[in-house]
Structures are given as structure tokens and as C-alpha cells.
């Protein structure tokens, strides 16, 4: 074949230069015609669209282009030229074709089109193949970008927080274990219990559910930084908001109060969903049109209005007043269920609602206690069809009453004593929050599944390709 420099199908389908050899490699997504002609079309990836190379049959022999069909892979020398069909300007007059990869269509799982989300899902190796997980994978990356270009260009630093914990004091959820000991015939320590001592960090270890203590510690030299990375959380709760591996994107800011908090809540999400309407349009309105035609219009509606802020205690009046019935009960002190969010956000107000001020009792430990008593400065974020989509807080940064707070919950202070430790030492009012990526990728995505916005979902009995 002649040598000629690959085009991407995205540029291809740009350009205007008739007449112009181009070569595209791509994967076929169908092949019909006729004895004379035959018409693919392709796609590589780096679009939504498809573009259409027309071949002239007589000229490759029918023998020859039999392999040719859905999901086989080609190397395609062709003419650019000005398209007669609807709907594309541009299209491609084969000259030269290789065959780099068959899909034999007796075997091949994506040889139909339509399949559920449910089979697909059953087939993570092959679904990024498809229109669906094709725009929503590069609707991924697009938004990850997005969070390292809001905070680079805020001065927000990246760190880098362990994955690898030995801190199981979090309580944000159940952790996964982290051992090489030998499962069938563990070390036992005297009393019968395991020996960590003799595991590889000598100690017990665990994957990390959340980055914040350690970025704590970064926020209190670096003044604001952020972590992106994987979390994990064993807890059995199959919905389809809950993974057991996630990423999450949690900044932290020295000297800021939970006001700041909210508005850098606010502005973060706003600028994501901006984000994505303005790069990622194609792949928007090919989910829109395939699954929520409300789509645009509420990632707009998100972008352009102030988020109602309220307390906790002024939320669950309004639930309880609601006369709305509810599958699991409301009353001051219940930690709000999803259906109770969204109660809020969907029939309420009409709009994100950030929630704070919440009962001491249903949040974390390290949250800063309000004069009541009572409360904590937390700020839940809470989105139309999602429910919470941040849950943030200003920090405890007096080390007595962090001390007290650990000593009631009868934590074990021999794993976090850093935590405390650091305000000892130039302690500073400060605040941040978590973003679990998965949930603004089903926001901006529009899927109501939590498993079809990450490549390989991990859940409750499913580790599956
Ligand atoms: P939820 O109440 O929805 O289970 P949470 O209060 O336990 O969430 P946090 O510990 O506050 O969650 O974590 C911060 C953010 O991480 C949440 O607001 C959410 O966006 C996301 N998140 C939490 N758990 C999961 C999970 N299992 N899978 C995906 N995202 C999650
Ligand atoms: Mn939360």
C-alpha cells in the first residue's frame, strides 16, 4: 500500500481538500451495498461519527472484501470527496484497503445493533466499540481534564494521597484489605487473633476510601490542593449509584470557611458541566437523543442558576411537611436517603440544592462542630436524578475538641494520631469536599446507571470483563 500519513476520522471529516489522497484506519461499524458497490462505515474513535468509504466492488473482487464486516478492523487508502449523501459532506473513494483485523460475524458479540446496557455491560471488553460507551468514554477523559484545568489554573496543587492506607479510622465505609498473609494458615498473635506484625507493612493495612486526611496535611503546606485517584468502599450496596472502586476528586483549602467551601463547590461544578457542553457537544446529543431528551436542557439549566442553600433542619422540615410519602422515614437526626435528595432538588425547589448544618451524629468525626452543639458545618450537594454529588465540610481545626469528638466515637487514635498531631502545629481553619467523578459522569452523560460510565465496573460479586 502506498505510505501516506494516517487522518484521524474527527479531521477527516473536516477537511475540504477534494480530490486529496488520505489514509483512516478504522473499525467497521457496517458494510452494505451491492454487486457494483459497497459502502463501510467507519470509525476510529475519535468522534461520534462515522465517516463512509465507498468502494467500487470490480475493483477489490468480492472474494476480497468478504471479511470486511461489522467490527473487523481495515487500512483504507481512498480519495476525499464531496458526499452525495444526506447528512455527510464528505466521504471517501477507496484505492487501496488492508485488512488488518476480521470479526468473524458468527461470533462476534456486537454484530447487531440496539443491544441492551444490561448485555453490554456483560461485555466490558468489547462495549467501548459501541456509539453509546464510545461517547461516554471520551466524555471521561474530557471531564478528568477538565478537573486538572479548573484547579492548575486556580493554583490548586495535585497531590498525590496513599492509596495503600493504614488509617481505618476514616468512616466513610467498609474497606477492603490490603495483606499477603497466607489466607488458609494466618499468623495468630497470642489471644488468636491475626498477626499483622508479620504482613508486608507490619502492620494492618487497607485500600483507601477517601484522600482527604492525607490531603489535610497537604492543604496545611501547600495552602490548596486537590487528589484525584481511586477510592474504594466495600460495602454491599448494590444501586445504581454505588461502586466499589470510584475516583474521586477532593480539594482542600487552607483558611477556608464553609462559605468558601460552597461557592468553590458551586463554581467547580459549574464550571465541569460548562465544560462538557462546550467540548463535548456531539457525544452530548447523541446520548441525548438515545436516552434523555431532557439533557441539554438540564446540564443549561445547571450552568446558569444560583443553587438553593438551606440547612439540614430547614430541608427535613420541608420533607416533613411535604405530605409526600416516602419509602424510608424523615424526622431530625435520620441520615436523608437518595429518595429524600431528590425530593428537594426534583419536586421542591427545582434546582441543586447545597444542604448543611447537619446532625453531629450522621457525619464524620473530623467535621467542624457548630455552637449548638448539636451540629457540624457540612455541605452535602445535592443534583436533580443523582441526589448528593458532593459531601463536604469545614474541618475541625482545634485539636482539643477534634480530641474529644475521637475519644466519644471511641476511635482507635493509634492510626490517625497524624490527623490530630498537625494541629498542633500551626493548626488553620479549612475546608474541602469530595466529588465522586462517577456521579458528575452521570450527570453530564445522562446514564442512570453508575456502571455504564466507568470502563470496568467493580461491584458486589462483578470484577468482570
Ligand atoms: P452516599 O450517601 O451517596 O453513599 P457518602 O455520603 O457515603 O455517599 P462520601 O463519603 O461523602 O459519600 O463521599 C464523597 C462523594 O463520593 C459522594 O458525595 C459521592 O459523590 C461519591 N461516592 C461515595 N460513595 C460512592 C460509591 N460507592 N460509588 C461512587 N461514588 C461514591
Ligand atoms: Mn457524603
Known sequence: MKEIRRTKIS???????????????????????????????????????????????????EEFLKPITTGACINVNGKLVESQGKGQTVEIQATEIEIYGAADPTTYPLQKKGHSLEFLREIAYLRPRTNTFGA????????????????????????????????????????????????????????????????????????????QLEGELGAMALGAIYT???????????????????????????????????DLAEDFLKYLVKYALDNCIDDIEFLAKMYDEDLVARLKFVVENDFVRLTYTDGVKILEESGHKFEFPVYWGADLQ????????????????????????????????????????????????????????????????????????EMDIESIWWYLDIRKFGTAPHSGFGLGFERLMLFVTGMTNIRDVIPFPRTPNHAEY
Request: charged share 25%; hydrophobic share 35%; proline share 4%.
Open 136 to 211: 461516554v468514554f471520551r466524555m471521561r477523559h474530557h471531564m478528568s481534564y477538565a478537573v486538572h484545568k479548573y484547579f492548575n489554573d486556580r493554583g490548586f496543587y495535585y497531590f498525590h494521597t496513599p492509596i495503600i492506607t493504614a488509617s481505618d479510622a476514616e468512616g466513610a465505609g467498609a474497606m477492603f484489605e490490603v495483606t499477603t498473609l497466607d489466607h488458609a494458615n494466618p499468623p495468630k498473635a497470642e489471644d488468636g487473633t491475626v498477626d499483622f506484625s508479620q504482613d508486608f507493612f507490619g502492620r494492618q493495612t487497607n485500600l483507601t476510601v477517601s484522600g
Open 228 to 262: 484525584f485517584g481511586p477510592t474504594f468502599r466495600a460495602e454491599n450496596s448494590n444501586t445504581p449509584r454505588h461502586l466499589a472502586e470510584f475516583w474521586m476528586i477532593e480539594p482542600e483549602v487552607a483558611f477556608y470557611d464553609i462559605f468558601d467551601n460552597m
Open 338 to 409: 437518595s429518595e429524600h435528595e431528590r425530593y428537594l432538588v426534583e419536586k421542591h425547589f427545582k434546582c441543586p440544592v447545597i444542604l448543611t448544618d447537619y446532625p453531629k451524629d450522621i457525619k464524620s468525626f473530623y467535621m467542624k462542630q457548630n455552637e449548638d452543639g448539636k451540629t457540624v458545618r457540612a455541605m452535602d450537594v445535592l443534583f436533580p436524578k443523582i441526589g448528593e454529588i458532593i459531601g463536604g465540610s469545614e474541618r475541625e481545626s482545634d485539636y482539643d475538641k477534634l480530641l474529644q469528638r475521637v475519644e466519644e466515637m
Open 11 to 61: 479531521e477527516a471529516l473536516k477537511l475540504t481538500t477534494f480530490g486529496e489522497e488520505v489514509n483512516l484506519k478504522g473499525w467497521v461499524r457496517t458494510r452494505r451495498g451491492n454487486k457494483n458497490v459497497s459502502f463501510v462505515a467507519l470509525n476510529d474513535g475519535s468522534t461520534i461519527n462515522n465517516i463512509q468509504i465507498v468502494i467500487d466492488v470490480a475493483n477489490f473482487g
